[in-house]
């Protein structure tokens, strides 16, 4: 809280969508937010008309919705128009299928335009959209399949057969894999099928409460949550998008979060799309270089991005940014983890204007807390509540969430429900659902402060679960993994603090009798868990130990792990049982 604000020059504010927080906030209405959208009649409504459809009807057919830049740096362009008239193939394609309202359609591709294509088309036609991490390995895809009761997939062949292939016969409720590149056995090739269908359709009228997207987020203690998503949230995305990233209609934007999590879906497709930018989708992973030569050809104006590309930015120097010319850029935003003050200074001395870090998760559907365009900028800080969303700082005890309203009073963060795109239900999972709330508070899981201007600060997780370079990744599923070795009778994972991504995921393992640690038996451990995992989620270390803290009833004690990791205070151990000897 050291570092000083950056003060915001009044030419900051000119043009902005928000002009000023407090009257802004003041005036704010969660219905005022929804007539910007269109609807559809009788009070249905559909995402993929908000972000298509509508531009094209009120004659913007022609703007450009989407360009593509593939790995060897060739673009190829879709325009509104165009978008429309695939979105609708892709919407026959799932019906010609037998794909009805309400089946779930996942993606597990790389950022490529069928997945963009897919996911409007899957809404589209009425079907529930789901993203997959293309690097995640079977285990992952496996349980996030089973849990939301996946029926179709739209996947390459190389994935398809590294991945997927040998989970079928434990998908039962898989019917369709579609393919959009190669040939595999059981599955049917999606150009064909494209190309064959009509590129009329009529759009899927649904009701505002029906589900539109499955994300999943991680648990600390057992599998993968499915967050159910509805129609209505397009509201929330639209409103956000506007606000928190200054989206005007016409912007070049680029979102570098893979639409395999939530924030490439609901910034990397929805908002944007509603709000009528023209988006780049960049094929390639981080390069300096790279993004560089892409902020500036593409005369990008709004960059929506996250702290570990940002800190690799930083480390590659200022002589990487020599020569190029960024001045198309006017707005810089950060999300996913903590954004260090200096990351938020380097920006305003190397761009001009400070990256705006803003908060959110997976369950609240789209931006809570933000840095604005109009607002001075607190490095290090997530910045203020947007206007339509109440933040408080609680304590939970034996009578509830109370709010805690002493500046920086150290607290769970948590939100008066009911915004637009909050979850409506972690997906057969009632009680952990009921869990989240209290006392009219949505429990977050995060710590925080609130400062006497209103601005929030992260302090750190409540729970057990892993930020590394952006991804929430959870203990227990890499624990469960591990347990699938041979070798191994314990297992306990942790987050370890580390200068680029954050964190990363350490796993501290105990063997079975009549195993003895080795390199060779480590190596083995590391390929086993990267082969059932893959890369994004796979412990980067692993420790082995003779036996892990648990408690009485047999619960590793991650915290102790932690702590000794750490050199930290061992804070209350009188539930431990055993202990390393
Ligand atoms: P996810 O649901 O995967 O998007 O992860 C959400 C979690 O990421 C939050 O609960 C926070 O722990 C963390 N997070 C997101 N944005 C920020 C931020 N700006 N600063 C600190 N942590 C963040």
Known sequence: MKTPTIVKPDTAKSGANMTDYDAFRADFSWDDARALIDGLPDGKLNICHEAIDRHVAAGHGDQLALRWIDKAGNRTDFTY??????????????????????????????????????????????????????????????????????????????????????????????????????????????????????????????????????????????????????????????????????????DTYWCTADPGWVTGTSYGIIAPLTNRVSMIIDEAEFDVDRWYDTLEREKVNVWYTAPTAIRMLMKAGAGAMEGHDFSNLRFMASVGEPLNPEAVVWGNENFGMPFHDNWWQTETGGIMIANYACADVKPGSMGRPMPGIQAGVVEVTDEGAHELTEPLAMGELALRAGWPSMMRMYLNQ??????????????????????????????????????????????FEVESALMEHAAVAEAGVIGVPEETAGEIVKAFVALKPGNEPSDDLLLDLMGHARKKLGPAVAPKSIEFRTNLPKTRSGKIMRRLLKARELGLPEGDISTLESDES
């Open 81 to 250: 128009a165009e978008m429309q008239r695939q979105t609708n193939k892709f919407a026959n394609v799932l019906r010609a299928r037998g794909l009805q309202k309400g089946d779930r359609v996942y993606s597990l591709h790389g950022r490529v335009p069928e997945l963009y294509i897919a996911a409007l088309g899957t809404i589209k036609a009425g079907c529930v959209f789901c993203p997959l991490f293309s690097a995640f390995g079977p285990e992952p895809i496996h349980s996030r399949l089973e849990i939301g009761g996946g029926n179709a997939v739209v996947t390459s062949a190389r994935l398809y057969k590294r991945k997927l292939k040998g989970l079928r016969d434990r998908l039962p409720a898989l019917r369709e894999v579609f393919l959009t590149d190669g040939e595999a056995e059981d599955c049917v090739h999606l150009a064909p099928l494209m190309d064959a269908a009509s590129d009329a359709f009529d759009i899927e009228p649904m009701d505002p409460e029906e589900t539109a997207l499955l994300h999943f987020t991680s648990g600390t203690t057992g599998k993968p949550k499915g967050v159910v998503h509805v129609h209505a949230a397009v509201a929330a995305h639209h409103t956000t998008g506007r606000l928190a990233l200054d989206l005007h209609p016409g």
């Open 430 to 475: 009632e009680e952990r659902y009921n869990k989240c709330f209290s006392n009219g508070w949505y429990l977050t899981g995060d710590q925080a402060m609130r400062d006497s201007d209103g601005y929030f600060w992260f302090v750190g997780r409540s729970d057990d679960l892993i930020k590394s370079a952006g991804h929430l990744i959870g203990p």
